[in-house]
């Protein structure tokens, strides 16, 4: 890639001419010396190519990149099969941006398409959008979707992820819906608690199934009572978890949210990632940010376009209902890609990887001494106990290059197992932690 310049300097001379000067000094001879910089600016002076290289290399030898993984709470390192990093590398797809003269961007249409038809079809929904930013993102949209003239309150589950909760709140503040937690008891949402809170002015329930500890909630149960109350039932899911979960909708969620880091995007600072988020047909006019949808042309030929909403859908401010108008279209392609390679098959054999491993590694690490905290189902995220320091377990497992589980607290961490943990590498995490 060739350097930056804005405009070289026969140009600049070309478009001062045009204006009626000679020098950039004449343009701004009108501002007063005082408040020029009359000294060169404090930076490094710029280095060639080979040596900015070696610099970056030097840096990045300080990152580690651990080659056994058994930490999650959010992000998850699956595997990635290589047609999804060839496609999504190539020139003409890593400039995958939200089109604003959408029609004449066909292909990106078209793949932002497929991507929500797979969204459907994993989550049993109607209508999905184009993706937003993160899952955060996409729960506290689905919260502001609910909010009605008589019902502003929303009731979110203490065992959804608290980094999604903080999200909710910040959104919450900004445009009035009081948001109540709704406790927890043996590491599920407890139902009385919420059947106690679902009053009238309740606009929905969010809960994540599974949820943070990797539980599965009696997710069944809860939508049933959350429509009683005359509430919308949203669950927040783990996408590679529906290869062998029922979907939000078989549940009777009416807006399912997720984050589709897990689909073929890699680990990272944070990000970019791909939040989806899909709901029922009844609430399709209140979906937020960008949609695409097939058409046919005069000719017959099928086409692809924005529909139902106009990119400045949401410049009134105060009264929008949302202020997301673009999406994250590259990490969409490459969810796309993924599922697209993967099958239908190759999920549920993912999901039935993630689970049979990460109940195998609790059988061992209670041989080592941890108590499994909860009984009941889970997916491929569990939490243990033990009177053993978390911050010892996880330091005994990093000298040997291990990345343990995320530490919830002194004696409580949060372990994760994915298709990529092999069975020699639980063996030898759970031998050292006996050993602590």
Same mark, same amino acid.
């Given at each position: 890639?060739?350097? *930056? ?27 007063? @010396? !005082? ?7 404090? %930076?490094?002076?710029?280095?060639? !190519? ?7 290399? !030097? ?28 496609? /999504? ?66 009731? %979110? +589950?203490?065992?959804? @992820?608290?980094?999604?909760? =903080? ?14 937690? #709704? ?10 608690? $919420?059947?106690? $809170? ?7 329930? $969010? ?8 539980? $599965?909630? =009696? ?6 009572? &959350? ?6 039932? #949203? ?8 290869? %062998? ?9 009416? %807006?399912? &949210? ?8 890699? /680990? ?11 709901? &029922? ?51 969409? /392609? ?15 054999? &993912?999901? +039935? /990887? ?5 109940? *195998?590694?609790? !059988? ?37 290059? #291990? ?22 590498? #639980? @063996? ?9």
């Amino acid at each position: 890639m060739g350097i *930056y310049i804005p405009g070289t300097e026969k140009e600049q001379k070309q478009m001062l001419e045009e204006i009626g000067f000679q020098t950039m000094e004449e343009l701004y001879a009108h501002v007063p @010396d !005082e408040v020029k910089l009359q000294r060169e600016l404090e %930076i490094p002076e710029g280095m060639p !190519e080979l040596s900015v290289r070696r610099k970056m290399t !030097e840096m990045a030898r300080k990152n580690h990149v651990f080659p056994t993984v058994f930490r999650g709470a959010g992000a998850y390192r699956h595997y990635i099969p290589a047609t999804v990093k060839s496609v /999504l590398s190539k020139e003409n797809m890593m400039t995958a941006y939200t089109p604003y003269q959408a029609e004449i961007s066909q292909g990106l249409l078209q793949a932002t398409f497929e991507f929500q038809t797979m969204i459907c079809e994993l989550t049993g929904m109607d209508v999905a959008n184009a993706s937003v930013y993160d899952v955060g993102c996409a729960a506290a949209e689905a919260v502001a979707m609910c909010r009605e003239r008589k019902r502003k309150t929303a009731l %979110i +589950s203490a065992t959804v @992820d608290p980094f999604v909760v =903080e999200a909710v709140r910040t959104y919450c503040f900004g445009n009035g819906i009081e948001l109540t937690q #709704i406790p927890a008891k043996d590491g599920r949402t407890d139902r009385e608690a $919420l059947q106690a $809170l679902l009053a009238e002015d309740v606009a929905c329930v $969010l809960i994540q199934h599974p949820n943070f500890y990797g539980n $599965l909630e =009696e997710a069944k149960e809860i939508g049933e009572a &959350v429509h009683e109350a005359g509430a919308k039932y #949203i669950m927040s899911v783990n996408p590679i978890s529906l290869g %062998i979960l029922k979907t939000p909708r078989e549940y009777g969620a009416d %807006i399912a &949210v997720g984050e589709g880091q897990s689909l073929g995007l890699p /680990l990272g600072f944070g990000g970019p990632y791909c939040g989806f988020m899909a709901c &029922v047909s009844a609430l399709t006019r209140r979906l937020p940010g960008r949609i695409v949808g097939q058409t046919t042309d005069h000719n017959g030929k099928i086409g692809y376009v924005l529909t139902l909403q106009a990119r400045e859908q949401h410049i009134r401010r105060e009264k929008a209902s949302s202020n997301i108008c673009s999406n994250h279209a590259l990490c969409a /392609l490459g969810v796309g890609v993924y599922l697209a390679s993967v099958g239908s098959k190759g999920l549920e054999k &993912v999901a +039935s /990887l993630c689970t049979s491993k990460a109940h *195998y590694m609790a !059988e061992e690490l209670e041989k080592a001494g941890l108590t499994i905290e909860n009984g009941g189902a889970f997916f491929h995220e569990f939490v243990t106990t033990s009177e053993k320091s978390s911050e010892d377990i996880l330091q005994a497992l990093e000298e040997q290059d #291990i990345l343990g589980g995320y530490p919830l607290d002194e004696h409580r961490i949060l372990w994760c197992c994915t298709e990529v943990n092999t069975k020699e590498e #639980i @063996d030898r995490a759970a031998a050292i932690v006996k050993e602590v």
